[in-house]
């Protein structure tokens, strides 16, 4: 899973924490160098903007990415080993909306954003294919900010 934090600017201030769902996959390409596809759901953000008027309305960022990771072996001849990592990349998302009218929940979009992402996090290894990822990552979002922390199990073929 993942748990989002989506702090809207002033002019659209819906802001909050989530749970939603990230995918991903990635290619050794060095022992310290991998890229990875992801596919994210944040999950949708609730926040009534103009309560007098039922203004509820909720966002949600679903798309891909893709990273650049580079690894740093810690205890590398342990028998569970971790490894540190950072990455940069570059985010394709769509930002969809839903608002209140009445009785009626209406979609809506505030379009298409594409930018730059950046994280880092740990993997403790537990088997030789197996492994228990977290990071963090920061998405450079127009008129918002966006945090993520993942946790999950990694498993290497």
């Known amino acids: 899973p993942v748990l989002s934090d989506y702090e809207g600017d002033p002019n659209y201030p819906v802001h909050g924490f989530v749970l939603g769902i990230p995918v991903f996959a990635q290619a050794r390409l060095k ?12 999950g949708d953000f609730t926040r009534d903007i103009d309560p007098a008027n039922n203004g509820v309305v909720d966002i949600s960022l679903r798309g891909l990415n893709i990273s650049a990771i580079g690894y740093i072996p810690i205890f590398p001849n342990a ?17 969809d909306t839903t ?12 379009g298409h954003e594409t ?3 950046a994280g880092a996090g740990i ?7 197996i492994g228990i990822r977290t990071d963090v990552n920061y998405y450079d979002i127009d008129n918002a900010d ?5 946790m999950g199990v990694q498993i290497t073929f």
């Open 115 to 117: 930018g730059l992402l």
């Open 31 to 42: 022992p310290w160098f991998r890229s990875q596809g992801a596919y994210f759901n944040s």
């Open 99 to 110: 608002t209140q009218d009445g009785a009626s929940r209406v979609p809506g979009s505030l």
């Open 146 to 150: 966006l945090w993520s922390l993942n």
């Open 123 to 129: 993997i403790l290894h537990i088997s030789d294919g």
């Open 79 to 95: 028998e569970n080993d971790m490894e540190f990592f950072g990455k940069l990349g570059l985010y394709d998302y769509d930002i």
